[in-house]
Antibody, heavy 129, light 111 residues
């Protein structure tokens, strides 16, 4: 059974960087068959995918990251295999970034759209001075 | 405004059948991208209900079913139970946005 445990501050000041970490148990962040994503949820914006990181060794062993265009300039998602965890950094936050942030595991078969099979508990991050 | 459109609310009596629609466009569902469905009890994380249009994960009752056609997808729930009262979300991929997109969610009320 995969478990995802999130941690990080619940309050961030405007213009600063939001940083969250997700500890993985029951799987490896270096898995060749999963990706590790961040999703947020707010009443005004609903569910919003922030991006993912994943490791693939089939052709050339390397880490990949994907981000939607809406946040690409502000988001970085990194993996730390030594700690079996991954992280989210969101720069230049504004009150609109106030949301519940979830770390998740996503899986997909070839050519399918990924779906989430495991979710973290969620953490409310408020952007306010 | 969400890229995928869902009705804000649906309702039904115990034992009845309800459907929830998820309408997209030619850059997401209409382009052939898969649709997934999640159930969220308020205060908890969403839970996978249907993946790749019509597949149920282990443990999800067969009262839940999904389908996809053209630019839309649907979630059907038969034999409504009180515990089905929750918010339901669809998810797909949008090529113009280069990422996953979600519906705005549908609140199911069991009368």
């Amino acid at each position: 059974q995969v478990q995802l445990q999130q941690s990080g501050p619940g309050l961030v000041k405007p213009s600063q960087t939001l940083s969250l970490t997700c500890d993985i148990s029951g799987d490896s962040v270096s898995s060749n068959s999963a990706a590790w994503d961040w999703i947020r949820q707010s009443p005004s914006r609903g569910l919003e995918w922030l991006g993912r990181t994943y490791y693939r060794s089939k052709y050339r062993s390397k880490w990949y990251s994907d981000y939607p265009v809406s946040v690409k300039s502000r988001v970085t998602i990194n993996a730390d295999p030594s700690k079996n965890q991954f992280s989210l950094q969101l720069n230049s936050v504004t009150p609109e970034d106030t949301a519940v942030y979830y770390c998740v595991r996503s899986v997909q078969a070839q050519l399918e759209v990924p779906h989430v099979d495991y979710w973290g508990q969620g953490i409310l991050v408020t952007v306010s001075s | 405004q969400s890229v995928l459109t869902q009705p804000p609310s649906v309702s039904g009596a115990p034992g009845q059948r309800v459907t929830i629609s998820c309408t997209g466009s030619s850059s997401n569902i209409g382009a052939g991208y898969d649709v997934h469905w999640y159930q969220q009890i308020p205060g908890t994380a969403p839970k996978l209900l249907i993946y790749v249009n019509s597949n149920r994960p282990s443990g999800v009752p067969d009262r839940f079913s999904g389908s996809k056609s053209g630019t839309s997808a649907s979630l059907a729930i038969t034999g409504l139970h009180a515990e089905d009262e929750a918010d339901y979300y669809c998810q797909s991929y949008d090529s113009s946005l280069s990422g996953w997109v979600f519906g705005g969610g549908t609140k199911l009320t069991v009368l």
